[in-house]
């Protein structure tokens, strides 16, 4: 196989899946660049890149893609933001959608709940903090129901598990049998930066390099608010 036909191997957290899905086929047709990614759970995608796993990209949340990139696992100066996801609320569909329009909405949505779904990344531990500083840490102890890792939170919902699930807007949007509510209102509000970078290990590093590039482009970001997300920059 010819080096420019290569795919360009990369590794991400589910979070990412659908816009780089979609940006992957983009970037394949548009600039003659093969490129696929490989998704899990951002702790799961962590372990792996510090257990030695072959690939040429990692998009990750930002606290993550730093710390790796801290360890040796990121080639120098590669590391970049490119998007920032909203947490939302989402309920099974059927369901009444709840107002969030203020923080006493929100207190109310959560003390009505009889199950709460999150996730195990980025989003789940920020919620579980905002739980704290509204002082409903115990009131709420035995309600939380936390997705294992890789697994939508949303599908909770669809599964009769939970009847309220916050999670990354691009996890949950698309999901059959959940609509979402709405992001968390005011200071309230949640969002996860997503990162990527070239790893190490990488067996076409500047390649993977011109690809991070369009990754983080006006023209993806376009695909990314599609997708529940936007552009770092914007």
């Not at 500083?133 to 115990?138: K, M, N, P």
């Amino acid at each position: 196989m010819d080096h420019a036909d290569r795919v360009i191997s990369g590794l991400s957290s589910m979070a990412t899946r659908p816009v780089l899905a979609e940006l992957s086929a983009h970037i394949r047709l548009a600039h003659g660049l093969p490129v696929r990614f490989e998704a899990a759970g951002g702790v799961e995608i962590a372990r792996r890149v510090r257990e030695g796993a072959e690939a040429d990209l990692l998009v990750l949340a930002e606290g993550a893609l730093t710390v790796l990139e801290k360890e040796g696992h990121l080639l120098a100066g590669t590391a970049r933001p490119l998007w920032i996801s909203q947490v939302v609320a989402a309920v099974p569909a059927g369901s009444p959608v709840p107002a969030l329009e203020t923080e006493a909405d929100l207190r109310t949505v959560l003390e009505s709940a009889r199950s709460i779904a999150y996730s195990t990344g980025p989003s789940g531990t920020a919620l579980v903090a905002l739980i704290g500083r509204l002082g409903l840490a115990d009131a709420l102890a035995g309600r939380l129901v936390q997705a294992p890792p890789g697994v939508p939170a949303g599908s909770l919902l669809s599964g009769g598990r939970a009847d309220l699930a916050f999670q990354q807007h691009s996890e949950l949007m698309d999901l059959p049998g959940v609509v979402v509510a709405g992001p968390l209102p005011g200071d309230t509000a949640i969002s996860s930066t997503f990162g990527g970078g070239v790893l190490a290990s990488a067996s076409q590093p500047r390649r993977a390099l011109e690809v991070l590039g369009l990754l983080g482009s006006d023209e993806s970001a376009v695909t990314a608010r599609a997708r529940g997300m936007r552009a770092y920059c914007a």
